[in-house]
């Protein structure tokens, strides 16, 4: 069994920055792709971004590229979403999930699941 559990949301003004984490237990974590999603209300789950397992990898929404970076820590079996540049378009649920690959993830194809973190970004 994996346990994803993300913190690090907020509310932040509008150009501000937030840091979210991903902690995931077990022992497997270096063997899967991980991924970002967002939720904002009344719409679907988007993808955000993925990173490969071995963090060499790493793809985004065209959205959110150039404003937010993915990166894992395989020791610390963490993954990380630095949002920077933030807008009011950016508030959601954002959402971990891990996956055998990065292009799987892209295409919402995920094994675990967390329980989202609220972002909330103000004008």
């Known amino acids: 069994q994996v346990l994803l559990v993300e913190s690090g949301g907020g509310l932040v003004q509008a150009g501000g920055s937030l840091r979210l984490s991903c902690a995931v237990s077990?022992?497997?974590?270096?063997?899967?792709?991980m991924g970002w999603f967002r939720q904002a209300p009344g719409k679907e789950r988007d993808f955000v971004a993925a990173?490969?397992?071995?963090?060499?990898?790493?793809t985004y929404a065209e959205s959110v590229e150039g404003r937010f970076t993915i990166s894992r820590d395989n020791v610390k079996n963490t993954v990380y979403l630095q949002m920077n540049s933030l807008k009011p378009e950016d508030t959601a649920v954002y959402y971990c999930a891990a996956g055998p690959t990065s292009p799987g993830l892209r295409r919402g194809l995920s094994n675990y699941w967390g329980q989202g973190t609220q972002v909330t970004v103000s004008s």
């Open positions: 077990g022992r497997t974590f270096s063997s899967y792709a």
């Open positions: 990173i490969s397992a071995s963090g060499s990898i790493t």
